[in-house]
């Protein structure tokens, strides 16, 4: 019975936090310092860091007030925009912040709690990409010049293997509901597959036209590829390893990202500063607009549906605040039960456990949604 509750009670508190948008809303600039490229999101302490590839520091801005609220210096030496601070991820559940540093070839690790760095991991040539799957505590970095992956052990803080891939890694993704690794190969125009459990490539899918950018929605099991050269985005079924579509944007595009919760996915082009919002139901862009700078990097808080966009022509982070279609009132507690009684089961339904909710929120996260935003949820989430 207890059971049965906490099923119950989980449902509720998933719904809460997938809102569908459809127009964009205010846009928020904050100087982060030149060069920003990489950026992490933690869901579960509202906190975003933000690489500066030219200072090498880390900014840690407050997704509340949408104020820094800390520098993190890593201590490299960066002269050049190329070099230094690279990516950044985050586990949320360890709320543990890593970050590739190309200059001096090792993911730093940041603790989230004290904004202190906690080590620094030597890893192969030129490490660029990252990505920590927070089911295994594993983080993933390409090293482009290396053509390989190390994998980094997040309870000891040491490299436990180097993957040979092919030409020139740049992004990286991992999918913590099947441990499977998805490595975007710049040079060789293919995605590299790796076995998270045996840390060995199990496949290699070619794709032309520069594959640079990669995320993956774990609900849907499907992988987005954003193609530099090509303007496309491929959509790649993690079952079969089958391109299932081929999504038309801009060339120059590479940045990308996914909010599981919404189905919803997010390309930057950084030759013209557009974003482009896919439907993952349809595969088709059902909006675009100017960020205002040179788009490279894009996150997403899948709580708050906040998107954030670095450049590095740029001292600008955006911030791309998402309209909901409800309002803010409560759900009064006698209208629970009418609301899930009228709920009908949609054809694009998304499946939802508790071990991959907290994979992307993290395990402590508090949300609040209106009775029209809840219904439009539980709609499109059921255990």
Do not use: C
């Not at 975003?48 to 949408?66: Q, R």
């Not at 998107?307 to 409560?330: A, C, H, K, R």
Request: proline content about 5%.
């Amino acid at each position: 019975m207890k059971q049965m509750w906490y099923v119950t009670i989980l449902v509720i508190t998933i719904s809460l936090s997938a809102l569908i948008h459809y127009s964009y809303g205010e846009i928020t600039s904050i100087d982060t310092g030149w060069g920003s490229r990489g950026i992490g999101v933690n869901p579960t302490t509202d906190k975003i860091y933000v690489t500066g590839s030219v200072t090498s520091n880390i900014s840690v801005i407050d997704g509340v007030t949408n104020t820094i609220t800390n520098s993190i210096h890593l201590g490299s030496n960066s002269l050049f925009s190329n070099t230094g601070a690279a990516r950044v991820d985050v586990n949320p559940i360890t709320n543990i912040i890593y970050v590739t540093d190309r200059l001096n070839n090792h993911v730093t690790a940041i603790n989230g709690s004290t904004n202190t760095i906690i080590a620094n991991i030597a890893v192969q040539s030129n490490p660029w990409g990252i990505s920590v799957n927070p089911s295994t505590n594993r983080i993933y970095v390409t090293n482009l010049l290396s053509n390989s992956v190390s994998v980094i052990d997040g309870s000891t803080n040491n490299v436990i293997s180097n993957i040979q891939v092919q030409n020139g890694p740049w992004g990286i993704i991992v999918n913590p509901t099947t441990n499977l690794v998805y490595v975007a190969n710049s040079l060789s125009n293919s995605i590299s597959i790796i076995d998270g459990t045996k840390n060995s490539v199990i496949g290699n899918i070619p794709l032309d036209g520069g594959p640079w950018g990669i995320t993956v929605n774990p609900l849907t099991n499907l992988i987005y590829v954003s193609h530099w050269g090509a303007g496309t985005i491929s959509v790649i079924n993690g079952t079969d390893n089958q391109i299932i579509a081929s999504i038309p944007t801009d060339a120059g595009s590479w940045g990308i990202v996914t909010n599981p919760l919404t189905n919803k996915i997010y390309q930057t082009s950084e030759q013209t500063g557009e974003i482009f919002e896919i439907d993952g139901n349809t595969n088709t862009v059902v909006n675009q607009f100017k960020s205002g700078i040179s788009a490279r990097d894009i996150a997403i808080n899948p709580i708050t549906d906040k998107i954030y966009v670095s450049s590095l022509f740029s001292s600008n982070l955006e911030i791309i605040d998402v309209p909901s279609s409800g309002n803010n009132s409560t759900l009064p507690l006698d209208n629970l039960n009418q609301t899930l009684g009228n709920l009908a089961t949609p054809p694009n339904t998304i499946k939802i456990t508790p071990k991959q909710l907290s994979n992307i929120i993290g395990n402590s996260t508090l949300l609040k949604m209106s009775p029209e935003q809840l219904a439009q949820m539980l709609r499109r989430i059921l255990l």
